[in-house]
């Protein structure tokens, strides 16, 4: 080979060979250590061949983005914790907002807080002898949503506990028995890698299996095709040995194969480690592979002291294999293959040692030994078992809930306690409520009743303007009745108050007349005029509003009413009273007039 820029040496005046440790890499034609990328239990993976995790196909959900978010329940318990701060901290200085009449924003959103007192409702602060009854304060609204908040993130946390633990898988060990082992129908195969600048030139292939221990009564030597198919392929690391066996049937407890590299003119036989991969599949369930792989150098323990294998010792890599039955995948019978020991045969460790091993021949081979202990004695079976049935997982539900709602109403009750201002806020509260909406009822009967018997009973009322006639008769809206009938009323709602004393038609109509009668110089005095004309002008005015306490009720404003139907019906009166005596001036003025004429 092409002699590399560093850590090599040479030998034999004009070949070249790595330092002890380190490998010629074909690719970049140098000297490159073997190293492991992980330490200690890393070198090795360990698959079962059965996965429990629940597949989401990626093209609907990014299940790996969300598993990376929810590996333990503390995500649940943060996020809960940082919702339940923040609502108290809302609710904390909603309440600096003044409450003023209760069409502030600030009273809307205290009084829907206060609406949200489902938990504690029936739980506040209570007088002695006082009837238990329900009272919402923005207190309790407050720790209701709180101790809600506080349960929902709880129940997450324990919803994940018993989707990820819902069951323990349980290992036990059952005696094997013959129909039991013949049972098993697994396909298995072997990788070995030799980690070198060799090739598969330089193997002296093995021809023979030896079963059972070597040296006592129970060691056999068969064909190796009897058991498995040997073949080698060369790889960049060095050249792989590969044994695969189709429907196995370990009939042993031990197996042995070995074989040997040998030096070849200007390629010697030397290794710096060891790689591996052993699988095994059940036939009838081709989606189930168990195995174990790894890498070894200098011993199955990790060193920091670079080797390079030569020579007559083996090599010797140990693995386990034992049967598993897994009960809870329809009876899955699968041969677990472990990684056991590994035994290091010759080696060298310095450069000269090594320079003069490959100046010599007697050290020419790298032998390997393959040891496979099949552990038929016993049969591991594996099955699930629930951890949590209904009514566990209903008392853990129902413990979450009490602890929730115990803490905040602990919370209640020392506020309520030790500050009297919470106590009775739910009076303050219902009382600006009741009093802007019995305001608002009161405007709009007030309308009402304006606009049905108040502005509007006459013409006078109602702006339409009338023509006096000249004969003093009873005034006529211009147009006519019918076009009086039907005008459109000119009302301005706004303005209408109860308080105003309205005009009435019988004081027009006597300004009118008296003017009449005075221009005519028929005025008559005071004496002469009937009394109850003189009675329309001292008319009372409009009953007044009667409220007990802040709030009003159902009976004061059917009160309220009566009151104002009363003094409709004395207006009425008046009115028909006045429009007769009216009718009494005129007809007198009108004969004087026509005595006049005759006369």
Request: include cysteine.
């Amino acid at each position: 080979m092409q002699c590399p820029n560093t850590n090599f040496f040479r030998y034999n005046t004009t070949l070249c060979f790595c330092n002890p440790g380190y490998f010629y890499n074909t690719t970049d034609a140098s000297c490159s250590p073997f190293t492991i990328s992980g330490t200690g239990a890393e070198e090795f993976k360990v698959g079962s061949g059965v996965d429990y995790s629940i597949n989401i196909p990626a093209n609907i959900f990014a299940f790996d983005t969300i598993k990376k978010f929810t590996q333990s329940q503390a995500v649940f318990l943060e996020a809960t914790v940082v919702l339940l701060v923040s609502w108290l901290l809302f609710c904390f200085f909603v309440r600096f907002g003044k409450l003023g009449d209760g069409t502030t924003q600030w009273f809307r959103i205290r009084w829907w807080i206060s609406r949200l007192d489902v938990s504690f409702s029936t739980r506040h602060w209570l007088d002695d002898q006082k009837v238990v009854k329900k009272r919402k304060t923005e207190l309790g609204g407050a720790f209701s949503i709180g101790s809600w908040v506080l349960f929902i993130g709880l129940f997450a946390a324990l919803l994940y506990q018993v989707i990820s633990m819902r069951t323990i898988e349980i290992h036990s060990v059952i005696a094997t028995n013959a129909p039991d082992l013949a049972a098993f129908h697994n396909d298995m195969e072997f990788n070995i890698t030799t980690i070198s600048s060799m090739s598969c030139s330089n193997l002296k292939g093995p021809g023979t299996l030896v079963t059972g221990n070597p040296a006592f009564i129970d060691s056999r030597i068969l064909p190796l095709s009897t058991f498995v198919n040997f073949s080698c392929q060369n790889t960049t690391k060095g050249p792989t040995i590969t044994l695969k066996c189709y429907d196995c049937q370990l009939f042993s407890d031990s197996l042995y194969i070995s074989w040997q590299f040998v030096d070849l003119p200007n390629v010697p036989a030397a290794a710096v480690g060891f790689e591996f991969k052993l699988t095994a599949r059940d036939r009838q369930h081709t989606k189930h592979m168990s195995y174990v792989s790894g890498s070894l150098k200098n011993g199955s323990t990790n060193s920091a002291k670079f080797v390079t294998y030569r020579g007559r010792d083996p090599n010797i890599l140990q693995f386990n294999l034992f049967p598993r039955i897994y009960r809870n995948k329809h009876d899955l019978r699968l041969i677990q293959p472990l990684f056991h020991d590994f035994l290091p045969g010759s080696s060298f460790s310095d450069a000269n040692q090594l320079q003069a091993s490959l100046q010599g021949s007697n050290d020419g081979f790298v032998n390997t030994t393959f040891h496979v202990n099949f552990l038929s004695s016993y049969i591991v079976q594996v099955d699930n078992q629930s951890t949590l049935g209904p009514v566990g997982f209903l008392a853990d539900l129902g413990g979450l809930y009490c602890v929730c709602i115990g803490i905040f109403f602990y919370l209640l009750v020392q506020f309520e306690y030790r500050f009297k201002r919470f106590r009775h806020e739910d009076v303050v509260m219902r009382s600006i409520r009741s009093r802007r909406k019995a305001q608002e009822r009161w405007n709009k009967l007030r309308k009402y009743v304006s606009f049905t018997w108040g502005r509007g009973i006459s013409a006078f009322e109602d702006g339409v303007s009338v023509d006096m006639p000249s004969c003093n008769c009873f005034p006529v809206p211009k147009g006519g009745p019918s076009s009086a009938f039907h005008q459109k009323k000119q009302i301005r709602m706004d303005t209408i108050s109860f308080n105003n004393k309205v005009s009435t038609p019988s004081d027009t109509v006597l300004r009118d007349v008296n003017y009449q009668e005075e221009h005519n110089g028929n005025l008559k005095s005071s004496s002469d005029v009937d009394p109850q004309v003189m009675a329309t002008d001292d008319i009372p005015l409009p009953p007044s509003l009667e409220m007990n306490g802040i709030e009003i009720s159902i009976p004061e404003i059917q009160k309220n009413l009566e009151n104002l139907y009363e003094y409709n019906m004395m207006l009425r009166e008046k009115l028909v009273s006045t429009r007769s005596t009216i009718h009494a001036l005129t007809s007198n003025s009108s004969a004087s007039s026509s005595d006049q004429k005759h006369q």
